[in-house]
């Protein structure tokens, strides 16, 4: 579609991979067995639906005060098969030096991170983990013409 072609996510493209790095990180880490670990992005016009906006059990949505649902967003999803996470973890998941690994092994600072650069995009990050699908982070960014 030739609209979608000329939109960019509003972000910078440091902290664009800042984001990316620390949400692939976690799920490639979030599991000692085999797992996978998907990565993609779509464009979602200002009359998609937005189900992320509804409360349900297993999610977690974290957006800046500034963040319009309406507009036309970016979508980049990170998804692993792996553990997913309890209700607990889904409230502390994103706190400054908040980790699950063993000492020495993590800073807990990763999703703090991911949770600042997007807010400060004016965007929002949706998180959904659910026992036997996994985690999903999908971040989503307002959307600018290229120019």
Avoid: W
């Avoid at 970016?74 to 502390?92: F, H, K, Q, S, Y």
């Avoid at 807010?119 to 036997?132: E, I, K, M, P, R």
């Amino acid at each position: 579609h030739p609209v979608e072609q000329s939109m960019v996510a509003a972000i910078n493209r440091t902290d664009l991979l800042q984001v990316l790095l620390n949400l692939t990180i976690n799920a490639l880490q979030c599991s000692t067995t085999a797992h996978r670990v998907d990565v993609s992005a779509k464009m979602l016009g200002p009359d998609a639906p937005r189900p992320f906006l509804q409360p349900a059990t297993g999610t977690r949505l974290l957006r800046a005060a500034t963040f319009e649902s309406k507009a036309a967003l970016i979508a980049i999803t990170v998804r692993d098969n792996g553990p997913a996470m309890t209700e607990d973890l889904l409230e502390r998941i994103f706190e400054p030096y908040f980790t699950t690994k063993p000492p020495g092994q993590g800073t807990g600072l990763g999703l703090s991170i991911v949770q600042r650069l997007v807010t400060h995009a004016h965007g929002a990050v949706h998180l959904f983990s659910h026992t036997g699908e996994g985690t999903i982070f999908t971040v989503y960014l307002p959307a600018e013409r290229r120019a």
